[in-house]
């Protein structure tokens, strides 16, 4: 349904101020997964220490946790090396929510995301409709004010129509920052709106806010209206 291409789209988080991102020149750890869970989309900044006690800052996505009998690892694409990357959590010495730029435990966090998601919501039809909306807003680089409101104005009318609460609009919001979901992320989160017994409706829904989405800083990038037609006919799809 999607492109090759457009499985590759990166949604680069914004940094959190003040922080200088370091990686080291030798930098060669990789990750084999193929597989996103429910943390796939959630971004944030480390501070790591490989096994050769090299201290790096990075940017990184999650796609998924992993671990034997516990979370012990993070499989993620690494901004900073632009590369795919695993972590172990026992190594980050420091992680910044960029939600609200704090410094967290990674251990209890990861546990956490783990367990509720990107969005700590049962309804994870509103997940995939925040996380489409999200790349919409972010994926050509520019997060413009107007583009904050038109992405507020969908979500708040997810809520408004699927019965949702204001809470639910105002934890998504807050959780935005640490939001940057890539082509793949956005490829499952229409297969599961597919699968929702809501799906048609809120397929039509976010067809309907993806365009205001798009125009709302005014500016139109060819590459971002080729993303918009290509997930445009995948929602059509859904829709049906």
Known sequence: MFSRMFHCLRVTPSPVPGRVIHVPADDMETSRARRRDESSSWACEIVYVDDKDQRSERQITCRSLNGYGGITHIEAFCHSRERPRSFRIDRIVELFDLSTGE???????FEMLGTVGVLPYEDKGFTAFVQIATFMAKCDGEYHPL???????????????????????????????????????????????????????????????????????GMHHAQEVAWAVELGAALKVAAA
Do not use: W
Not at 103 to 109: A, T, Y
Not at 162 to 181: K, W
Not at 195 to 211: E, K, T
């Open 103 to 109: 410094v967290v435990d990674p251990v209890s966090h």
């Open 147 to 217: 583009e904050m409101d038109a992405l507020e104005a969908a979500i708040t009318a997810y809520a408004f129509r699927f019965n949702g609460t204001d809470a639910m609009i105002e934890g998504a919001m807050a959780r935005l920052p640490a939001i940057a979901p890539d082509g793949g992320d956005v490829a499952k989160a229409v297969k599961r709106l597919r699968g929702s017994p809501i799906g048609a409706r809120a397929s039509r829904l976010i067809l309907d806010h993806c365009s205001q989405i798009m125009i709302a800083d």
